[in-house]
């Protein structure tokens, strides 16, 4: 990982921003736009994503970015599990709860590999 100098370069910070943006167009959308507390829910998780590594990456320490990038995985396993409800009412389809799904694990992934890193290097990016 070649240092980073601000936080739009951070894969996971701009794959949240695909999901952010994905998640706010689906809720717009017929009744799920009249489910005002998932959707509130759901849009709050996915953004929180972002603002979290955003956040995080200002912190100053690796242990402080590491709590925030921490907070971002619970964000996504938050929106998977919102997903399921959203599922379950018929506001999406199958196909698009499996790509929304994936995307959250992957940034997931991507979050946790960033936080690997970071607990083996001492020094902040």
């Known amino acids: 990982m ?25 809720t717009r959308r017929a009744n799920f736009a009249k489910d005002w ?4 829910q759901i849009t709050r998780a996915a953004g929180s994503v972002m603002h979290n590594i955003a956040e995080g990456y200002d ?6 970015f590491i709590r925030f990038l921490g907070y971002a995985q619970r964000s996504c ?17 199958e196909q698009t ?7 959250a694990g992957s940034i997931n992934a991507k979050i946790g590999g960033l936080i690997k890193y970071l607990k083996t290097h001492s020094k902040p990016m």
């Open 2 to 26: 070649g240092s980073i100098r601000k936080f739009e370069e951070i894969e996971g910070w701009q794959d949240a921003r695909i999901l952010t943006r994905e998640i706010y167009s689906l």
């Open 59 to 64: 912190a100053g320490s690796n242990p402080e």
């Open 77 to 93: 396993t938050e929106v998977q599990s919102e997903l399921y409800i959203a599922l379950d009412q018929n506001y999406l389809t």
């Open 37 to 40: 507390g998932l959707k509130d």
């Open 97 to 103: 709860f499996q790509e929304l799904y994936q995307l």
